[in-house]
């Protein structure tokens, strides 16, 4: 039974896997973001994180993230970006 069950796991691995190597041979992968994820540092952060802080301050920190975010994509929109040196 059990291995019946870890088949369809299996494949969507190796999947997986596969899309990734071919994604980041051509160059569409970020390393430095796709590495904390992948080994999964990033969900046991927020999950400690989500445990020690209110909903109410996890919804002023991601308004403050957005807010900053919308500042950076609209000055990127006139060419101006964060270290001021026109694209």
């Given amino acids: 039974m059990g291995g019946a069950c870890e088949a369809p796991a299996n494949a ?26 992948a080994l999964g540092s990033g969900a046991m952060l927020g999950a400690r994180i989500l445990a020690a802080v209110s909903v109410k301050r996890l919804r002023v920190l991601f308004v403050m993230v957005l807010f900053g975010l919308a500042v950076q994509m609209t000055l990127a929109a006139f060419g101006i970006h964060s270290k001021g040196v026109p694209a």
Avoid at 21 to 27: D, I, Q
Avoid at 32 to 37: E, I, Y
């Fill in 12 to 37: 969507a691995v190796v999947g997986t896997a596969a899309s990734g190597v071919a994604l980041f041979s051509r160059g569409n992968i970020n390393l430095a973001v796709a590495a904390p994820v």
